[in-house]
């Protein structure tokens, strides 16, 4: 059974994540030969080049509207470089992050740069050589992508929710918060799926009449989840107002102007 209980998960809840992987990038000496090969293997969906891009770099959004997996992008390397395949971490202060980066044995390849119109990026070697990414998404609030998934409430039933949903859908589940004998926040996965769950505050028959679900989205950033919880807020019910949460990250919750329940939450 996939199911890890909160004590499990008492060291994670305590670091209070905040660095999540956003991008992914592939670099080689064909651009288009590489667009063209993740695109028919993989039925990636490869932008264009960008207009004046001297790397001929190209966004990539792998599976298009899923709610799993990151966005990318396929460029040319630079002259006398062999090209990367990697990934990039966010941080709030890239130069921070070299500091940290250096002190540990890491050293800096590239950056602090501003993308233009975008974030400000980086690119870090670990002590084995690795080519890892940097990106501070903060200066790019308005354009970061959202991700939006259901919160279903079971009211005494989640975990035996969560294991018919697992025989009849395939997939896993993991409960990262317990309350007693309660689950207070677990997460279902499997191909093309995933909810969030819980039991709730309280214990009652379960009407299947009557609708449990909320909409759960997230933010990559703090900035970006405050604007999009007080756009939703306009002429709505808050019913708990956005600031910190007590696993870490920032958290919200409203019924917006049509009585739809919206959980907003960032890193």
């Not at 064909?30 to 063209?36: I, Q, T």
């Not at 090209?83 to 709030?92: E, K, R």
């Not at 677990?186 to 449990?212: L, R, Y």
């Not at 870490?248 to 409203?254: R, V």
């Amino acid at each position: 059974m996939a199911v890890t209980t909160r004590s499990n998960n008492a060291h994670r809840e305590d670091m209070k994540v905040n660095h999540p992987v956003m991008h992914f990038e592939i670099m080689g000496h064909d651009a288009p030969k590489l667009r063209s090969f993740y695109a028919d293997v993989f039925g990636w969906n490869v932008e264009a080049p960008m207009a004046g891009s001297p790397v001929e770099y190209s966004l990539v959004d792998p599976v298009p509207g899923a709610q799993h997996g990151i966005r990318g992008g396929i460029g040319k390397a630079p002259d006398g470089y062999d090209g990367h395949v990697t990934f990039y971490v966010v941080v709030d202060d890239v130069d921070k992050a070299f500091a940290k980066i250096e002190e540990r044995g890491g050293s800096r390849m590239m950056g602090p740069d501003k993308v233009p119109d975008g974030p400000i990026i980086g690119l870090f070697r670990d002590p084995e050589g690795h080519t890892i990414g940097l990106v501070d998404p903060s200066d790019d609030a308005g354009n970061a992508p959202l991700e939006l998934v259901p919160y279903i409430f079971f009211y005494g039933r989640c975990e035996e929710a969560l294991e018919f949903y697992k025989n009849a859908l395939g997939g896993s589940y993991e409960i990262a918060m317990r309350e007693g004998d309660k689950v207070k926040y677990a997460v279902f996965s499997g191909c093309g799926i995933s909810f969030k769950a819980s039991d709730g505050m309280g214990t009652h028959e379960i009407d299947p009449d009557q609708g449990n679900v909320t909409l759960a989205l997230n933010a990559p950033n703090a900035t970006r989840a405050a604007e999009v919880f007080n756009a939703l807020a306009d002429g709505g019910k808050m019913l708990m107002p956005f600031g910190d949460a007590e696993w870490g990250g920032k958290f919200g919750a409203l019924h917006d102007r049509f009585g739809n329940e919206w959980f907003v939450t960032a890193p």
